[in-house]
């Protein structure tokens, strides 16, 4: 990628996760103060759809590290988005009260501790602990889910005098510290690699990094507190549009080669089967030629007067040995009337010169 191209992706990446977010909140809080919408059913149906969709995107983000070997990290990101995910999805069952606002403070924590981790070494992030963490942190998500709303009398105060404590505001601004460590890890790949998937987890954690460390600055339901919720949205749904799409093509491209490999088995079927047949018809052509080789077959010794006639020999002239035994008479004997004196004359002459 050119280096101008590498900017202007930089600025627009910039712009999405910071510029236009601060903006909006700008804007609500100074042309619109005091609007409030309060309407629980609606941030439900937000909230549950950005967890539904940080569940499918760590799902796709699971089965693509076992193809992508080198992108240890996915298991960090997968981990974080199951448990932010999780959290969103019991945050968006509760009621508006100290629950509510624990569940949703407690998800961006620990995402953005969990999204922090792309950090560690890749030797940390294989083997069966990084393999099983995903199932790990869903069950551990939502034990805390479930013990967080039946009871939410032992949970620490979130607000207090309408005003966030310094709890809510610690958990919040940790948990946006972690997720904008993570972005600093994915702009370095950007800058190093220029992929895609990088440049949109950059302005992804910036900006829940963003929301995190600018919680204590909105009021629950006004319109700033809901652009960041249509933010946080909207980064979900792009980023799992993003992540099915590589996921399809990932899947599509391994089906092809699977074809290909099955085209190219059949081909070596075939090509085993011709060999085969070629060797076969070898071999027989080896075994008439071995067998043809002892047709007529016989040896006299001049000197002992010891003579051998072959099975073979004997069979091609229709005796048995009883009928044609081993001496020269057999053969001397059978000889046609007007051949006999010329072969008995060309023997001998020929053993004369040898």
């Not at 602990?129 to 620490?156: C, D, K």
């Not at 074809?259 to 060999?275: I, M, S």
């Not at 060797?279 to 027989?284: D, G, K, P, S, Y």
């Not at 077959?297 to 229709?318: H, P």
């Amino acid at each position: 990628m050119s280096r101008p191209r590498l900017f202007w992706r930089s600025v627009m990446g910039l712009a999405l996760a910071l510029i236009v977010p601060l903006a909006g909140c700008v804007i609500a809080d100074v042309v619109y103060p005091d609007v409030v919408y309060t309407q629980i059913p609606l941030h439900s149906l937000v909230e549950s759809l950005g967890g539904l969709a940080a569940l499918a995107i760590a799902a796709i983000l699971v089965a693509e590290r076992e193809r992508r070997e080198s992108h240890d990290f996915y298991v960090c990101m997968a981990v974080a988005l199951m448990g932010m995910g999780v959290l969103d999805a019991f945050h968006a069952a509760t009621q508006p009260g100290n629950s509510f606002v624990w569940l949703h403070t407690l998800a961006t924590f620990v995402g953005g501790a969990l999204f922090a981790t792309v950090w560690c070494p890749s030797e940390w992030l294989r083997g069966k602990a990084a393999r099983w963490s995903p199932l790990l942190i869903l069950v551990a998500t939502s034990a805390v889910g479930v013990l967080s709303i039946a009871f939410s009398e032992y949970l620490p105060p979130m607000i207090e005098a309408g005003q966030f404590t310094r709890a809510a505001r610690f958990l919040n601004f940790a948990g946006g510290a972690g997720f904008l460590a993570a972005g600093s890890f994915f702009i370095l790949r950007y800058h190093r690699y220029q992929e895609e998937e990088d440049w949109l987890f950059a302005v992804h954690t910036v900006l829940f990094g963003a929301a995190g460390l600018l919680f204590e600055f909105s009021a629950m339901w006004d319109l700033a507190w809901w652009w960041w919720h249509l933010l946080r949205l909207a980064a979900y749904v792009v980023a799992l549009v993003y992540a099915a799409r590589k996921f399809w093509e990932a899947e599509r491209a391994a089906s092809q080669a699977n074809r290909q490999l099955a085209d190219l088995n059949r081909g070596l079927d075939d090509l085993v089967a011709q060999r085969t047949n070629e060797l076969r018809a070898t071999e027989e052509r080896y075994r008439l030629s071995v067998r043809g080789s002892n047709d007529g077959l016989w040896d006299w010794n001049v000197t002992t007067g010891e003579v051998f006639y072959s099975a073979r020999f004997r069979e091609l002239l229709g005796y048995s040995e009883q009928e044609f035994p081993d001496l020269f008479d057999s053969f001397e004997s059978r000889l046609h009337p007007d051949d006999h004196a010329h072969t008995l004359a060309a023997v001998e002459a020929h053993l004369q010169r040898h």
